[in-house]
């Protein structure tokens, strides 16, 4: 049924949040004290815009997962990928940007 795909796929995300946190922080600390790559907090101006990136990336694998459930992959695997060169001629049309065929091309 839809609701037991869509329960799923919930737990699918937040089964895959969790190794997230309970593993991939492992290479950080590695890769940190071994002066591979240093890490250091946001700026306190930077933080709220942190959090809201990480809520905002939350929500969109959630809801991407609940799609594909609900819906056909297919359909969401197009919609997605159309969603980069729209936004972008609308952010032009909006703020009034030229671009030349080289770059329309290039996000096709």
């Known amino acids: 049924t839809p609701l037991q ?4 796929a919930c737990a699918f995300t ?14 950080i600390l590695v890769m940190h004290f071994n002066g591979t790559q240093l890490f250091s ?8 815009l942190v959090i809201l990136d990480a809520a905002l990336e939350g929500a969109f694998g959630t809801l991407l997962v609940l799609a ?3 819906s056909s992959p297919l359909f969401v695997t197009v919609g997605t990928v159309l969603a980069i060169p729209v936004s972008a001629v609308i952010d032009a049309a909006i703020n009034g940007l030229s671009c ?4 329309l091309w290039g996000g096709a």
């Open 5 to 8: 795909a869509a329960l799923d």
């Open 14 to 27: 937040g089964w895959m949040g969790a190794f997230n946190i309970c593993v991939l922080w492992v290479p």
């Open 41 to 48: 907090l946001p700026s306190p101006d930077a933080l709220p």
């Open 68 to 70: 594909i459930a609900l």
């Open 100 to 103: 030349q065929p080289q770059s």
